[in-house]
């Protein structure tokens, strides 16, 4: 008997008893289906949380704060912390360490950073529209984060330029629906100095920005001199001069990947803490892929059920066979021709569940992803909750493939040592 007749009488076998391939094969279909949901997911959303990287700037570069400094920590013995002007001076208003202008000095001397960004926090009131609508801005986003905004319409700030975005959501504070017109407009931000009086800065309208799931883009953001001018005025109205400060800064690296862990250290000898992106979004990823690894298991578990399901079908099938399998014997068919005939069969079963679980599960997870990212998930920019790794298809159906082949050798191995004298006897 040639393969390609061994392939068509273990299709025609499996075909026998519809009803038993049908459960076998509908247990393998939710294996193959839950492992191809799950797997999708997981590539999904990790390739959103890669979106999301952009979203907080640039992958060369490392975000320096000030280390944690253990004797900052609250104390809970009660004993007295001894007081340090320097590092008094270096706090903002609510108690959180910044940075001050030494410390972007010593960033700047560190070898293989290439450049630095400090970064002011502003605190604003209001901004007025042209028509005078004053509205609340209860927060101003880092001028860091504006490459990788997601922009509705027009562009992102020009950092040297007196310019702002708006996100969507603020269309309607203009009057209009259209992200277009609102560009090019002219808004005054009002804020209080040290004196408590209230200052204005004017400043124009460039881009319209959709507010991805990292926060990035849902409020106003400025550009890097708007930012300054904006804590200038903050930090001005009284004759004493006030220390700089700086929330964060933002480093550029040269070769990030080979002078990363040499420039933390650097840091870290500092007193400083430095992250980058990965460092930010890592424990996301991780967590992701956790809950992926989770599902596939329950995937695994189905899959394993349905090994045995194979193992019973064939079972029953050799039994019923027993008569035909002497007679393939006693016409010449050795023992490993009734191996394969047997394991070909196992196989076709794989086949077919993986064919429609993959399908299926596809199939869901596309139709499902552009329902929820165009329906109840459409304000989040950029949005991917499934997305078809075809190399991740490939492995699962490879992976039901052999876990069929692997539940019909034991079924296979007892019809190929089937004595043909006995077999033909039997009744």
């Known amino acids: 008997m040639r393969n390609v007749d061994v392939v068509r009488t273990a299709l025609g076998n499996t075909m026998r008893s519809k009803t038993r391939t049908f459960l076998t094969v509908i247990a393998i279909v939710i294996g193959a ?29 490392i975000y320096v704060m000030p280390g944690m400094d253990p004797s900052q920590q609250m104390p809970t013995n ?20 910044m940075l001050t202008e030494d410390d972007i000095a010593t960033i700047e001397d560190i ?23 004053q509205f609340v801005l ?22 040297q330029a007196m310019e702002l975005t708006v996100p969507e959501t603020w269309l309607s504070a203009f009057g209009t629906e259209d992200p277009n017109e609102v560009l090019g407009e002219t808004v005054t931000i009002g804020l209080k100095d040290m004196a408590q009086q209230e200052q204005t800065v004017e400043a124009e309208i460039v881009g319209v920005s959709q507010q ?40 550029t690296v040269e070769n990030l990947e080979a002078n990363e862990t040499a420039i933390k250290q650097s840091l870290s000898d500092e007193g400083l803490m430095g992250l980058t992106l990965e460092d930010q979004l890592g424990v996301l990823t991780g967590i992701i892929d956790t809950v992926t690894w989770v599902l596939n298991g329950f995937a695994l578990i189905a899959l394993l059920a349905a090994s045995f399901g194979i193992v019973n079908t064939l079972l029953m099938s050799v039994q019923e ?36 679980g993959v399908g299926l599960g596809v199939l869901v997870g596309v139709i499902g992803n552009a329902a929820l990212v165009n329906g109840p998930l459409s304000g989040v920019a950029g949005l991917s909750l499934f997305a078809v ?9 490879a992976l039901i493939l052999a876990i069929a082949f692997l539940a019909g050798t034991m079924p296979a191995a007892r019809a190929a040592k089937k004595d043909p004298i006995e077999a033909l006897r039997y009744e």
């Open 138 to 159: 209860q927060s101003l986003g880092f001028p860091s984060d504006a490459a990788g905004m997601e922009m509705e319409a027009g562009t992102t700030p020009d950092p």
């Open 111 to 133: 070898d293989g950073i290439t450049d630095v960004e400090p970064i002011v926090f502003v605190t604003a009131d209001y901004l007025e529209t042209a028509d005078g609508d």
């Open 321 to 356: 066979r027993t008569r035909e399998i002497g007679l393939m014997k006693a016409l010449g068919m050795g023992r490993g021709k009734v191996f394969g005939l047997f394991s070909t069969e196992a196989v076709m079963l794989g086949v077919m569940g993986s064919v429609i």
């Open 33 to 61: 289906f839950t492992l191809t949901l799950t797997s999708g997911l997981g590539a999904g959303i990790n390739k959103y949380v890669d979106s999301m990287v952009a979203g907080f700037g640039q992958t060369n570069q």
């Open 212 to 251: 991805a799931i990292s926060g990035v883009g849902g409020s106003p953001m400025p550009s890097s001199a708007l930012n300054e001018e904006l804590n200038d005025v903050q930090t001005s109205g009284l004759d004493v001069e006030q220390p700089k400060n700086y929330v964060q800064a933002v480093a």
């Open 78 to 97: 009660g004993e007295p912390q001894e007081y340090d002007p320097e590092e008094a001076a270096a706090t903002g208003e609510f108690g959180m360490q």
């Open 389 to 397: 790794d075809p190399v991740s298809i490939l492995l699962i159906v």
